[in-house]
């Protein structure tokens, strides 16, 4: 059973940065697409980005131009830059197969003040 785990959210100021990683435990990591979801309280899991085996990548519009997603096959993890961050960004982050297809890991809170 592969495992996820998420890391590296925290609390930053509106404008601010952070690096989330993902580390899977699957035997096997580089043929997947793979990709980040957030989920705030109440409302449905959303998909913010998607990177190919190719390392193709693809954004929901509300984070495109200010969210890179990145892998290292190598670490059997993915990661996710986030720049310039805004409120509306708060949320739990979580990694996943693109679609969906390992057990969702406990995500890591960002939080993101005005």
């Known amino acids: 059973q592969v495992q996820l785990v998420e890391s590296g959210g925290g609390l930053v100021q509106a404008g601010g940065s952070l690096r989330l990683s993902c580390a899977a435990s699957a035997t096997v990591f580089s043929i997947y697409d793979l990709g980040w979801h957030r989920q705030v309280p109440g409302r449905e899991r959303e998909l913010v980005a998607t990177?190919?085996?190719?390392?193709?990548?693809k954004y929901a519009d509300p984070v495109k131009g200010r969210f890179t997603i990145s892998r290292s096959n190598a670490e059997k993890t993915v990661y996710l830059q986030m720049n310039s961050l805004e409120p509306e960004d708060t949320a739990v982050y979580y990694c996943n197969r693109n679609p969906v297809r390992w057990p969702w890991g406990p995500g890591t809170q960002v939080t993101v003040s005005s």
């Open positions: 990177i190919g085996t190719d390392g193709s990548t």
